[in-house]
């Protein structure tokens, strides 16, 4: 059968192109994609190419499927896997597969698997690690966004502490402890925030960093002071650009004792720097954001990893129990995936939309592969709809959920584009 996909080629070279798809063998199932959410990492191996280490060395030979982060339903199941899945299901995927040794995924490394698809085939092993979920919830989009909550909940489980005198890693963030997101007003960042205030371990206080005034109103009208009382956690949100001494002025917060927990995403010296500067003891600073620099540096103060026990870690992806925990508490209402959805579109702005992904605002970028529409910003809704009613009636929907996309919206979507 056709599809109708983005193929990656080599360095920033990604087409929109109808192909042939093989029939499925007995070990394989053939899925409709419906969502894919455009992420940072598809950027990197876009302007990496065959030097990504994901990406084949024969893409521009053999092109591969870009998107991982995606969700649809169920069209044909192979005879191995009839037991398990069955036609009309919906999915969710955990691309960040182990599959003997090597760093193969869905959306960076596969022929004929990736989310930026209206149809793929999941290959035998995605299935075989436990990779392709079941998915019971309303919205597609919540199972796309799936994906980056896992990077995020495992981010969270990886941090550690430890007791003086005993070494031993006690896993998890400090519960009731002092948290700060540097750089976190973008989508990462702001679902990291909805985690930590509805994941099972939560701090007692949370400071949230950025530079851009715009991001953090957005990030203050999620997350206002009637969620924070309800969940227990002290939020703050502070703009450091016209501040002296950032470090200082963070450390203020925590009474000068310095924060538990520090998550850094930006890969930029002075802000690795920083939360370096704010760690208190036994602080664990954990870099999420991963840079394209094979060099990139800072200075870390060593007289503390000595004498006060801070250290350093940092995690790539989530495993297949971190997507599974983002499936449920979604399915529970419990976090909101759409914090982190700032634009819409069709699969034929995918190759613009990731090529200049540093470059658009605001956070993720939502695609729909079976429908034509330009990347569109949420916020754009009403000015579009003085000339689409349709765009006007997507805009009535968001307003009244706090102005983010949602299942209804979704559903809206769909059904007239």
């Known amino acids: 059968m056709k599809t109708k996909g983005v193929r990656m080629y080599g360095k920033n070279d990604l087409r929109v192109e109808e192909f042939e798809l093989p029939e499925i063998k007995d070990d394989e199932i ?36 870009i998107g991982h982060e995606f969700s649809g339903n169920i069209v044909k199941v192979g005879s191995k896997w009839k037991e398990q899945f069955k036609e009309g299901e919906k999915f969710a995927i955990q691309p960040a597969l182990n599959y003997k040794g090597t760093m193969w995924s869905p959306g960076y490394s596969y022929m004929y698997c990736g989310g930026d698809a209206t149809y793929n085939i999941i290959p035998n092993e995605v299935m075989e690690l436990g990779c392709l979920l079941n998915y019971k919830g309303e919205a597609y989009y919540e199972a796309s966004l799936a994906e980056p909550m896992s990077c995020i909940i495992g981010a969270f489980h990886a941090c550690y502490h430890t007791t003086m005198g005993v070494y031993k890693h006690n896993m998890g963030i400090v519960e009731g402890g002092n948290m700060a997101f540097l750089a976190a007003a973008g989508p990462m960042g702001l679902g990291a925030v909805d985690y930590a205030l509805h994941g099972e371990r939560k701090p007692r206080k949370l400071v949230i960093t950025d530079v851009d005034e715009d991001r953090l109103n957005r990030a203050r009208n999620i997350f ?27 450390r203020l917060f925590t009474g000068g004792k310095g924060f538990d927990d520090v998550f850094v995403f930006t890969p930029v010296k002075q802000v690795v720097e920083q939360a370096s500067n704010i760690l208190g003891r036994d602080g664990c600073m954990n870099f999420f954001a991963g840079p ?45 995936p759409a914090v982190m959805i700032t634009h819409v579109g069709g699969m034929s702005c995918v190759p613009e939309t990731v090529l200049n992904l540093p470059k658009i605002p605001g956070g993720k970028k939502l695609i729909y592969t079976h429908i034509n529409m330009e990347l569109t910003a949420i916020d754009d809704f009403k000015r579009k709809g003085e000339k689409d009613l349709r765009f006007a009636k997507l805009a009535e929907i968001v307003v009244e959920n706090r102005g983010l996309w949602c299942p209804e919206a979704e559903k809206y979507l769909l059904e007239n584009w």
Do not use: Q
Not at 36 to 60: F, W
């Open 30 to 65: 053939l899925v409709e994609n419906i969502s894919d959410s455009v992420c940072m990492s598809t950027y990197k191996a876009a302007i990496l190419g065959k030097e990504h280490k994901r990406v084949p060395k024969d893409v521009d030979i053999n092109p591969i499927i």
């Open 224 to 250: 206002t002071d009637n969620v924070s009382k309800k969940s227990g956690v002290e939020l703050i949100f502070v703009n450091i650009k016209e501040k002296d001494n950032p470090s200082e002025y963070l």
């Open 292 to 336: 394209t620099d094979t060099k990139f540096s800072g200075e870390l103060n060593y007289y503390n990893v000595h004498y006060a026990s801070v250290h350093v870690m940092g995690t790539t992806g989530g495993n297949t129990d971190d997507l599974v925990e983002s499936l449920r508490l979604t399915e529970e209402g419990r976090i909101n």
